[in-house]
């Protein structure tokens, strides 16, 4: 297939996408390990998202939020405008001040809110726009009321529980500063009653006030929690969904494409034929495979098989796709490949795997080699089935030819049997590796 496809016989490159967290999960990490770390992170009090998924947490809220986290803050820039009408009838003292101060505060304001919301797509940054404006602003009126002669300051103030509470609701991941913005809230505040209440009234006040910043405070930490704990349920679902999927489309031991998902992607990428260049087919199994199995156990079998799909996958390019198509045979689609660059890549897979070989004692290693048939997409009437069954001939004519040998399909090859030695693509050379070839 082509680039612009999975690639999942490179395990390190695939990963899934996920419409509830929006962040890709790489499959290198669904293990235990990262399941085990989000599950106590699920069963911790303060759900604390582990680090290696701290960025991906960052991600998911900012997907989530950040349209809505933008109303807020326009919404809260309009309110405190909108105060200015408030403060007509109030402290009519402080008219042209109070529109001064709320004009350029709410103006300085929509300037930062339209720049950081256009330049970072952080939500750590984001998320502190609300709580340190609404300090600001709370801090400036809190000033208007000192400043101002009206009799009606000290019930005014009753207003600014609106602070707390724009401060503390709206918060998806900055606890800690949302706790010292209200702190400082809180204080400005009390240092205004303070000011403008008798020690009573400033009690009163104090009593009324306090379980309001105690209860913001407390909601604010449970919508945290909430967002972490729908985040980890999420990325728990994520890491369930890959892992169902790989095993769904990879083969277990090999880590490979299996049949049927190698037969789906196959067929849609000959649909799309023709195209600029031919594509074929590879289709290739161990020589005298089962004789290794019966001298050495099916443990050194798996070992051999384990070993030529690692080797494959590092002498393929990146496009094509290779699959464990049963038992010892594999099976390659080389996409937008001539017959000539196919047979240049099965020869580099044939003669890379007749270099390896595997201990089977301390000092007894086994050599084992492959026969590649190979069969090229020609017509829009080739199915696929069609062109396994002429790989599969070609691979047939390269075992009954001598084995560790590529054949090419073509109609009459059945009726062609030639020597071993008059195939130029029989190169095989002796190793002065001290190992035993696994054949007859």
């Not at 709370?138 to 009799?151: C, F, N, Q, Y």
């Not at 019930?155 to 209200?182: D, E, G, R, W």
């Not at 590649?372 to 997409?377: C, F, K, P, S």
Request: charged residues 20%; hydrophobic residues 45%; glycine residues 2%.
């Amino acid at each position: 297939m082509s680039a612009k496809n999975e690639n999942i016989y490179s395990t390190t490159n695939v990963s899934f996408q996920n419409s509830t967290t929006d962040k890709s999960l790489k499959l290198s990490e669904c293990d235990l390990k990262n399941r085990q770390l989000i599950e106590q992170a699920l069963t911790d009090p303060h759900a604390r998202i582990p680090a290696p998924f701290q960025q991906y947490f960052y991600d998911y809220v900012y997907t989530h939020s950040h349209q809505n986290l933008r109303q807020i803050n326009y919404l809260a820039q309009i309110a405190f405008l909108l105060y200015f009408f408030a403060d007509i009838l109030i402290i009519p003292d402080m008219f042209f001040m109070s529109g001064l101060i709320r004009v350029v505060l709410v103006l300085g304001a929509l300037f930062c809110c339209y720049y950081l919301f256009k330049k970072y797509k952080n939500i750590q940054v984001l998320d502190r726009i609300v709580p340190i404006g609404t300090t600001v602003a709370a801090a400036a009126w809190i000033g208007l009321l000192v400043l101002s002669s009206s009799p009606h300051v000290a019930t005014y103030i009753y207003a600014s529980a609106i602070f707390i509470l724009v401060a503390n609701l709206c918060i998806q991941t900055q606890f800690k500063v949302a706790v010292y913005c209200s702190i400082l809230i809180a204080l400005f505040i009390m240092l205004g009653a303070n000011q403008l209440m008798s020690t009573s009234q400033a009690f009163i006040f104090a009593v009324v006030f306090s379980p309001l910043w105690f209860f913001s405070i407390y909601i604010n930490w449970n919508n945290i929690l909430n967002v972490r704990r729908s985040f980890l349920r999420s990325l728990l679902d994520e890491w369930n969904y890959q892992t169902l999927k790989n095993l769904a489309h990879t083969d277990d031991l090999t880590q490979l494409y299996n049949r049927r998902h190698f037969v789906d992607m196959a067929e849609r990428s000959i649909h799309q034929w023709p195209k600029h260049a031919s594509s074929c087919l590879l289709m290739f199994d161990v020589d005298h495979f089962k004789n290794i199995n019966d001298s050495y156990g099916h443990d050194v079998g798996d070992r051999v098989l384990q070993l030529i799909a690692e080797v494959t996958r590092k002498e393929m390019r990146y496009s094509d796709v290779l699959a464990r198509f049963g038992g010892e045979e594999f099976i390659a689609l080389l996409e937008d490949t001539q017959l000539q660059d196919s047979l240049v890549i099965a020869e580099r897979i044939r003669c890379a795997i007749q270099k390896q070989y595997i201990y089977v004692k301390p000092n007894h290693a086994i050599r084992f080699t492959i026969s590649i048939g190979i069969a090229e997409l020609e017509s829009h009437t080739q199915t696929l089935e069609d062109l396994i069954k002429q790989a599969d001939i070609a691979l047939y004519q390269a075992k009954k030819t001598g084995r560790n040998r590529i054949e090419v399909y073509h109609p009459d090859i059945l009726d062609q049997a030639k020597p071993a030695t008059d195939n130029p693509w029989n190169v095989f050379k002796s190793s002065t590796q001290p190992v035993q070839s696994a054949t007859n």
